[in-house]
């Protein structure tokens, strides 16, 4: 696979596929061995402005600068594509999945990280109607979703799947810490929550609220933000 930086300074955002993603962190010391097609990845950054004298520019040195010293792991798994970010005290430095084999290098102030997580997920008022937990085997649940849902469960339904997302957010300090996943559909009925419960999977109805709550929790206690 080769590598690949694309800079679209209209938008102001950085493109890069995985080995031109290696590429930045092998030239900022953080990967010590010399990744394939690094001299490619680098001589489309020098080109772009964003390599000096050899070496990455200040500001894209700080951001990937953040992967080394981060003290949290956050993935984020949508439509089979995956969200990779790092989390230190001040910043939140993410991969975003675009089109083909790119991510876009997202970098945002640390007190932003759920806004962040938001926008990749569409976190958003949804009906909040009355709705009952519905407990599901997973083959169940897993069709139902594939299918985009319907009436399950003694014809309480989901309604239309919207979405289905998992977020994983490790802290990396070795302490531990509660790393469970939070797993998530939404539907035209609303946010649900899945939970494991004895052999079966517990879907329960939540809300955006609860929802941004949930995660901001999670992040609190695997990368507490700087004071002041």
Known sequence: MSA????????????????????LRHRAGLIRERPPACDDALAQLERAGLVDDGGLSAGLARVVGVTGAALADLRLVRAQRETRAWIDAE???????????????????????VDLVGRLVELGPRPES????????????ALAIANGAGPVGGGIGLGKVRDHWRLDITALDGRRRDDRCLEVVDSAAGWWELEPEQGVVAVRPTTEASLRGRIERRLADAAPAALG
């Open 4 to 23: 690949h930086v694309e800079v679209d300074r209209d938008a102001i955002r950085l493109l890069v596929s995985l080995p031109g993603w290696d590429a």
């Open 130 to 141: 009355p709705r009952s937990t519905l407990r599901l085997g997973t083959g169940e649940l």
């Open 91 to 113: 910043s939140v430095v993410a991969l975003v999945p675009r089109h083909g084999e790119l991510f876009e290098l997202a970098a945002v102030e640390r007190r932003f990280a």
